[in-house]
């Protein structure tokens, strides 16, 4: 069984973002990138997946700039076994590569590299758009169990456990598939250093987006991007009697 993970370089999670002084995004220049988080999940089960046996290889491959061969060197240091890089020069957060170039791009390699699963990240933290996983099922007419908390094979089914209101829900989901991973899934590993010495004579491809056939004009417009409002400082109140008539009267809450 193979299994591709598409991931995403983003700015660290550590990071306080800055907007840019025209609002027209984030500062990008100078900042730490790692992968994103729910991807680092999603190379993880993957590679949990093939050292149990029930998978042969895993594929990763990154939508973004020449750097993003970082990000797939991590991935190969966490255990996938080779790299492609769709390499473009346009910004991937939104107002560049959106996610639905992104589904047609990964329909793309689907098409080329036949995996029988494809586990992606629920959102990258960077535009939280929660698309491309749902997107690439459209379009190429798989299963898909979104959020996933839990997966387990079973022959030619895999069995998602979906954290909904109220309690799990499992889905049985006939192969070929897409599922995307929830934040409890499982922890990903630290890469060790003799894994990331590995990792750099591991295969990368780097191709063009026009080998794929793929369009990445833009459908959206982003109209500005703004801080959040800045916090304004508390207050205190002398009785209970003058709390609950400030949350009645002002806040409007009760
Ligand atoms: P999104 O729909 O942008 O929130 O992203 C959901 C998931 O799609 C991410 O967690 C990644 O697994 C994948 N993805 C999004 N953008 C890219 C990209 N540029 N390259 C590779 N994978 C991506």
């Known amino acids: 069984m193979k299994i591709l993970v598409p991931v995403k370089r983003v700015v660290d999670y550590n990071v306080k973002i800055r907007v840019k002084a025209d609002q027209t995004g984030v500062e ?5 990138m790692s992968l ?3 991807d680092e999940i999603a190379i993880e089960e993957a590679v949990r997946l093939k050292e149990s046996g029930a998978a042969s290889e895993v594929v990763v491959v990154s939508i973004g700039p020449d750097k ?3 990000q797939l060197r991590t991935a190969m240091a966490i255990g996938a076994d080779r790299g492609i890089l769709v390499q473009t020069d346009a910004p991937i957060d939104l107002g560049g590569v959106e996610p ?3 589904a047609k ?3 793309a390699l689907v098409e080329k590299e036949s995996p029988d699963i494809v586990i992606l990240g629920k959102q990258s933290i960077d535009d939280d758009s929660n698309q491309t996983g749902q997107m690439l099922a459209a379009l190429l007419g798989w299963a898909q169990g979104t959020f996933a908390s839990k997966v387990e094979i079973n022959g030619d089914t895999i069995n998602v456990t979906r954290e909904v209101d109220g309690g799990l829900e499992t889905l049985a989901l006939k192969k070929p598939c897409i599922i995307s991973t929830d934040l409890r899934l499982n922890e990903p590993r630290y890469a060790k250093l003799p894994d990331i010495m590995k990792a750099k004579k591991k295969e990368l491809e780097v191709i063009e987006p026009s080998a794929l056939g793929v369009d990445y004009a833009p459908r959206l417009e982003v109209l500005k991007v703004v801080e959040p409002p800045v916090r304004q400082g508390g207050i205190k ?3 209970v009697d003058e709390l609950v008539e400030k949350l009645k009267n002002e806040a409007k809450v009760i």
């Open 28 to 32: 990008l220049a100078n900042v730490k």
């Open 36 to 38: 994103n988080p729910f």
């Open 68 to 70: 993003a061969q970082e």
């Open 100 to 102: 639905l170039a992104v």
């Open 105 to 107: 791009t990964l329909k």
């Open 237 to 239: 109140v002398a009785s």
